[in-house]
C-alpha cells in the first residue's frame, strides 16, 4: 500500500519557484512600460501646453503692431530670429507711434553657443523667446516668452535646401517670415529639464497685421 506523499519535491518547488518569478518579472516590466509611456505622454501634453502658450503670448503682442513699423520685413524661404515693431496710439489725424518693441531668439542664461551643454540642463545651446519694450530708453523692459527653444528647427540640417518642405531653408528653433501678406511665426520648443525623454516640438501662427 502506497503511502500518500505530502509537499512538494525539490524540482516540483524549483519549478514552481521559476513560474512565480516569471510572472512577477513579467507584471513588472508592463508596470515599467506603462509608467514610461505615462511620462512620456505628460511630457507630450505639457510641451504642446507651452508651445501655444507662448505662441500665442508672441500673437497678442503683434496684432497690434503696425506693418509700416515692423524691420525687417523678410519673405519665405528667408527668416528673422529677431523682429522691432512699434503700435500707433492716439486717435488723431497724424499718427503717433509708441516706443520701439522687440522680439527675438537669445542665448538662454547660463549657455554659450559652442554645442555643449554648459548649464548641465541635458540640452544644447538652447535659446529662448525674449519681448522687450521701450528698446534702447531708461525705461526698457524685458521679458521672456518662451525657454528651452533648440538652436535649429524641425529641419536641422545645414545644408542651403529646405529639407521638411515648410517653403523655409535651414531655419532656427524660432524665426519670422512673411508669407502670402501674413506675418508666420515659427517655434519650437524642447521638453523640460529633468523629464525622461527630450522631445520636441514645433508650433506656427500666422498673424494678419494692420496696415
Same mark, same amino acid.
Given at each position: 500500500?502506497?503511502?500518500?506523499?505530502?509537499?512538494?519535491?525539490? %524540482?516540483?518547488? +524549483?519549478?514552481?519557484?521559476? =513560474?512565480?518569478?516569471? #510572472?512577477? &518579472?513579467? *507584471?513588472? @516590466?508592463?508596470?515599467?512600460?506603462?509608467?514610461?509611456?505615462?511620462?512620456?505622454?505628460?511630457?507630450?501634453?505639457?510641451?504642446?501646453?507651452?508651445?501655444?502658450?507662448?505662441?500665442?503670448?508672441?500673437?497678442?503682442? %503683434?496684432?497690434? +503692431?503696425?506693418?509700416?513699423? =515692423?524691420?525687417?520685413? #523678410?519673405? &519665405?524661404? *528667408?527668416? @528673422?530670429?529677431?523682429?522691432?515693431?512699434?503700435r500707433?496710439?492716439?486717435?488723431?489725424a497724424?499718427?503717433v507711434?509708441g516706443?520701439?518693441?522687440?522680439?527675438?531668439?537669445?542665448?538662454?542664461?547660463?549657455?554659450?553657443?559652442?554645442?555643449?551643454?554648459n548649464?548641465?540642463?541635458?540640452?544644447?545651446?538652447?535659446?529662448?523667446v525674449?519681448?522687450?519694450?521701450?528698446?534702447?530708453?531708461?525705461?526698457?523692459?524685458?521679458?521672456?516668452?518662451?525657454?528651452?527653444?533648440?538652436?535649429?528647427?524641425?529641419?536641422?540640417?545645414?545644408?542651403?535646401?529646405?529639407?521638411?518642405?515648410?517653403?523655409?531653408?535651414?531655419?532656427?528653433?524660432?524665426?519670422?517670415?512673411f508669407?502670402?501678406?501674413a506675418?508666420?511665426?515659427?517655434?519650437?520648443?524642447?521638453?523640460?529639464?529633468?523629464?525622461?525623454?527630450?522631445?520636441?516640438?514645433?508650433f506656427?501662427?500666422?498673424?494678419?497685421?494692420?496696415?
Amino acid at each position: 500500500m502506497n503511502t500518500p506523499r505530502s509537499g512538494f519535491t525539490a %524540482l516540483e518547488a +524549483a519549478i514552481t519557484t521559476a =513560474i512565480i518569478g516569471l #510572472v512577477l &518579472s513579467t *507584471l513588472m @516590466t508592463f508596470a515599467e512600460s506603462s509608467s514610461e509611456a505615462h511620462r512620456a505622454q505628460l511630457v507630450s501634453v505639457g510641451l504642446h501646453d507651452r508651445g501655444k502658450g507662448a505662441l500665442e503670448r508672441i500673437e497678442v503682442q %503683434l496684432q497690434s +503692431a503696425r506693418l509700416a513699423s =515692423i524691420t525687417p520685413q #523678410v519673405e &519665405s524661404p *528667408l527668416f @528673422t530670429t529677431v523682429i522691432d515693431f512699434q503700435r500707433e496710439v492716439g486717435t488723431g489725424a497724424v499718427a503717433v507711434w509708441g516706443p520701439t518693441e522687440r522680439i527675438g531668439l537669445e542665448l538662454d542664461d547660463g549657455e554659450v553657443d559652442d554645442g555643449l551643454d554648459n548649464d548641465n540642463d541635458g540640452m544644447t545651446d538652447e535659446r529662448r523667446v525674449v519681448w522687450t519694450r521701450a528698446l534702447g530708453t531708461a525705461e526698457e523692459q524685458r521679458s521672456v516668452l518662451a525657454r528651452d527653444v533648440p538652436e535649429w528647427g524641425e529641419d536641422g540640417i545645414l545644408d542651403g535646401l529646405d529639407d521638411n518642405g515648410n517653403g523655409v531653408i535651414d531655419e532656427p528653433g524660432f524665426f519670422f517670415t512673411f508669407e502670402n501678406g501674413a506675418l508666420v511665426v515659427s517655434l519650437s520648443l524642447q521638453s523640460d529639464v529633468g523629464q525622461p525623454t527630450h522631445s520636441a516640438g514645433t508650433f506656427e501662427g500666422k498673424i494678419h497685421v494692420r496696415n
